[in-house]
Structures are given as C-alpha cells and as structure tokens.
C-alpha cells in the first residue's frame, strides 16, 4: 500500500493517462488532487490513508459518502478523492462511490454480521453477500431506528418498512427474500423466540408483466457510430458494442469470449452460454470480425488468457473483464451519443439484447429464429417481446361489433336507462 501523497498520485496520474481519459475530464480530476495536496501541506500531513481522505471530504465537501442527487459538481469532486482511496487500498479506481458505510448495531446488527459470516462460510460468492448486505442494513436500522426487536415484528411492521423504503417492485422483491432467509436464520440460531419469516408477505412480482427496455435501430447505429475507434481502448470498446447489439450477448457472455469460440474457417463462433448452459451459433459477421482483428492486433495487450477482450487498466491489465465493466462501456456511449432519454431507462447490454430481439420482431423475423439468435430453449420465452411490437398490436385488434340495444344508442342516451 502506497502512504506516500505524492507517489500515490504519480501512479493514479499514470493509470489516467493509460486509460486515455478526456482531457478536460483529466485536468478536473488532477485539480482536485491539487488542493487536496494544499490542504495536506496545511496540516502537516505527509502520508494518505482512508480515514485522512475522510476527513478532507467532510471539512471541505461536506460528506465523504455520495448521497442521492447529489450535485453534478459535488460528485465530481468526491469521485476525484475516492480514485486515490480506492487505488491506494486496492490498485484499481473503484466503480461508483460508497453511498453507505455498512455500519450495524444492536442485537439485529450482530445477528446480521453472524448472518453473512454464515453465508461465506457456505461459499456464497462476494457479490452475494454483498447484496445481502446492503438490504439487511436497511432492514437492521429501521428496526433500531423504531426500538424493534425480532419478536415485536407482525405483518403491519414489515409492511410498514418496506413503504418507508419506497423500493421499486424488484428491490421490494430481493429484499423481502433476503429479510426471509435472515429472519429464518435468527430463529434457527435461537436469537429469536419465534420464525418471524412468516411476517415477509409473498408479492405477485414474477407476475407483473414487465416490459423490456427498447432502442430504435438509428439510436443503435448512433450508439456504435460514437466510438473513437482511433485509441487502443476505442477498438475494445467498439468490439464490445458489436457483440452487444449485433448478436445480443449478455455481459456475462462477452467477458467469457474466448479464441475457442471462433471457427474462423467456416466463419462461425459456438459457445454454451453463460446463463442457460445452452449451446448457439452466430455467424462471424464481418464487421465483428474485422473489429476482433483490429482490436488484436493494435490494442490488446500482451495475455496468455483465453478470453479475447481484457482490461486494459495499469491495474488488471491483461485480465478478464468483469460484467460490470461492459455495463459501463455501454453507459460511456449512450451518453457521448446522446441517445434521448437513456438515463432514464435501462441502458447496459441488456437493453440492447431485448433492441436486437425487438427489432428483429419489427422486420417480421418469425420468433423461432429470434428465440434462436437469443438463445432462448422455448419461444414462449421470446414471446415477451410481442408486448412492445406496437404496430404489429394494432393488427390483432377485433373491430367493435354494432350494438343492436337502445341502452347504447343516440335516441337511448338520453331516454330513461
């Protein structure tokens, strides 16, 4: 871990200029660091830690935590301080900032970090405790907000926690499977008298009809056409905006596409799919192609890992991407394109499997061939998609029949009903 002030910003000013950042994005970064550097120079302070990163975000920012809305200004200033926390405790710019310190307390607090400890030890991935975590904390300080043990739970004060919460159907429902699990849990561990689980009511949320976000195809075309293809990063990001809206791969497929994957000879790429376990076919499309050939040729760096696009950060370079790196990529374009209201739909490349799939529907591709470019094992699957074909909606509709009842005619409606 780098303490020193100043070659820890020697190396987060290098990981910028790897990354190849917008100038103007540059020097708002590095001017923050600036008069970080003043404030440490005023101080007597030599080394950098987290908690010295803290304190100048509360003296100066105001909060050292991002909170909801915050003011364009103000985001920019904090992400500019928790670039050297976080690269200074784990050799990478972390991707959001913190919005909550996962602080518990009390009786559920400790029956909570009992509980995720639980679930490590039977080999829960991180990210999964992670998102135990995060609804737990909420559910932990309501009940020490309102003086709450387990037993004083009932059905009215779950309820009443999830309206204070004002989640979104989805985030009603993981939470309220989570809150089951942790509830059976302190029963089961004897640190409540009863199963309060059966106070978690069951939501009709698998289903709601849901529709999936959509794109037009120009807004597509605009998304990809926005790439500067002329940088080492331009090319991989490109590649990963084809594969997104050209074949509709989920993230988690276009991290795992490897050199495995291409026939080149019959101009073809297989692969099971990540999610579904379930073998596709895509043809090797030639802008697909001459993307890989350009990106491997002029900007991967040098790896022995099978997957074809890899980082590129000082950091991890070399590795694997994560799936929330292709979420971000996606995000990075939708914003330079300027795509009409994206940031108020969903916008990562699943948005652009169900534009691809929507599309398609719209050209009056046949849903068995859509539900095998998605990969789909049954079309009724893909026949979610029917729900945003407007046009081909209209067609279906049955022409209103005459009405032969005077309880319905001109003369009838203003007689006596």
Same mark, same amino acid.
């Given at each position: 871990?780098?303490?020193? #002030?100043?070659?820890l910003v020697a190396?987060?000013?290098e990981?910028?200029?790897?990354?190849?950042?917008d100038?103007?994005? +540059?020097?708002?970064?590095?001017?923050q660091?600036?008069l970080?550097?003043?404030?440490l120079? @005023?101080k007597?302070?030599?080394?950098?830690?987290?908690?010295?990163?803290?304190?100048?975000c509360?003296?100066?920012?105001?909060?050292?935590?991002?909170?909801?809305?915050?003011?364009?200004?103000?985001?920019?200033?904090?992400?500019?301080?928790?670039?050297?926390?976080?690269?200074?405790?784990? /050799?990478?710019?972390?991707?959001?900032?913190?919005?909550?310190?996962?602080?518990f307390?009390?009786? &559920?607090?400790?029956t909570a970090?009992?509980?995720? *400890?639980?679930?490590?030890?039977?080999?829960?991935?991180?990210?999964?405790?992670?998102?135990k975590?995060?609804?737990?904390y909420?559910?932990?300080?309501?009940?020490?907000? !309102?003086?709450?043990? #387990?037993?004083?739970l009932?059905?009215?004060?779950?309820?009443?926690?999830f %309206?204070?919460?004002?989640?979104?159907?989805? $985030?009603?429902h993981?939470?309220a499977?989570?809150? @089951?699990?942790?509830?059976? +849990?302190?029963c089961?561990?004897?640190?409540?008298?009863?199963?309060?689980?059966?106070?978690?009511?069951p939501d !009709?949320?698998?289903?709601?009809?849901?529709?999936?976000?959509?794109?037009?195809?120009?807004?597509?075309? @605009?998304?990809?056409?926005?790439v500067?293809?002329a940088?080492?990063? /331009?090319?991989r990001?490109?590649?990963?905006?084809?594969?997104?809206?050209?074949?509709?791969?989920?993230?988690?497929?276009?991290?795992k596409?490897?050199f495995?994957?291409?026939?080149?000879?019959n101009?073809?790429?297989h #692969?099971?799919?990540?999610?579904?376990d379930?073998?596709v076919? #895509?043809?090797?499309? $030639?802008t697909?192609g !001459?993307?890989?050939?350009?990106?491997?040729?002029? %900007?991967?760096?040098?790896?022995?890992?099978?997957e074809?696009?890899?980082?590129m950060e000082?950091a991890?370079?070399? @590795?694997p991407l994560?799936?929330?790196?292709?979420? $971000?990529?996606?995000?990075?374009?939708?914003?330079?394109?300027?795509?009409?209201?994206?940031?108020?739909?969903?916008?990562?490349?699943? &948005?652009m499997?169900?534009?691809?799939?929507?599309?398609?529907?719209?050209?009056?591709?046949?849903m068995?061939?859509?539900s095998?470019?998605?990969g789909?094992?049954r079309?009724e699957?893909? %026949?979610?998609?029917?729900s945003?074909d407007? *046009?081909?909606l209209?067609?279906?509709?049955?022409?209103?029949?005459?009405l032969r009842?005077?309880?319905?005619?001109?003369?009838?409606?203003?007689?006596?009903?």
């Amino acid at each position: 871990m780098e303490k020193d #002030f100043g070659r820890l910003v020697a190396l987060c000013d290098e990981e910028l200029r790897h990354r190849e950042y917008d100038y103007n994005h +540059y020097v708002r970064i590095t001017e923050q660091w600036t008069l970080l550097q003043k404030w440490l120079q @005023k101080k007597g302070i030599s080394e950098f830690s987290e908690e010295i990163g803290n304190s100048y975000c509360d003296e100066v920012l105001g909060a050292h935590l991002m909170p909801r809305r915050a003011p364009e200004k103000f985001r920019k200033r904090l992400r500019a301080i928790r670039m050297l926390i976080s690269y200074q405790s784990n /050799g990478d710019f972390e991707f959001r900032c913190p919005r909550i310190e996962y602080t518990f307390s009390g009786e &559920a607090g400790e029956t909570a970090l009992a509980y995720l *400890d639980n679930c490590r030890s039977r080999l829960f991935s991180e990210k999964t405790v992670d998102n135990k975590r995060y609804y737990l904390y909420s559910f932990c300080k309501y009940l020490s907000v !309102n003086r709450l043990s #387990f037993d004083d739970l009932s059905v009215e004060r779950t309820e009443a926690f999830f %309206s204070s919460m004002k989640y979104t159907p989805a $985030s009603r429902h993981n939470s309220a499977g989570c809150i @089951k699990l942790f509830l059976q +849990y302190a029963c089961d561990t004897g640190r409540s008298c009863r199963d309060n689980s059966v106070f978690v009511l069951p939501d !009709n949320y698998k289903k709601d009809c849901k529709l999936p976000t959509t794109y037009e195809e120009h807004e597509i075309r @605009k998304l990809v056409s926005s790439v500067e293809r002329a940088s080492a990063i /331009g090319k991989r990001d490109y590649l990963i905006l084809l594969l997104a809206t050209e074949y509709g791969w989920r993230a988690k497929d276009i991290t795992k596409f490897s050199f495995d994957n291409i026939d080149w000879e019959n101009n073809l790429i297989h #692969f099971y799919q990540h999610k579904t376990d379930v073998p596709v076919s #895509f043809p090797l499309l $030639s802008t697909v192609g !001459n993307a890989i050939i350009d990106y491997l040729k002029y %900007s991967r760096p040098e790896t022995d890992v099978p997957e074809i696009i890899v980082s590129m950060e000082n950091a991890n370079k070399g @590795k694997p991407l994560a799936s929330p790196t292709i979420h $971000s990529v996606v995000t990075k374009y939708m914003k330079r394109a300027e795509i009409k209201n994206w940031h108020d739909k969903k916008h990562g490349p699943h &948005a652009m499997r169900h534009s691809l799939a929507t599309n398609l529907l719209k050209k009056n591709v046949t849903m068995p061939i859509i539900s095998t470019v998605m990969g789909h094992q049954r079309t009724e699957t893909t %026949s979610i998609y029917l729900s945003v074909d407007y *046009d081909s909606l209209k067609q279906c509709a049955l022409p209103m029949p005459a009405l032969r009842s005077p309880f319905y005619s001109e003369e009838g409606s203003h007689g006596k009903v």
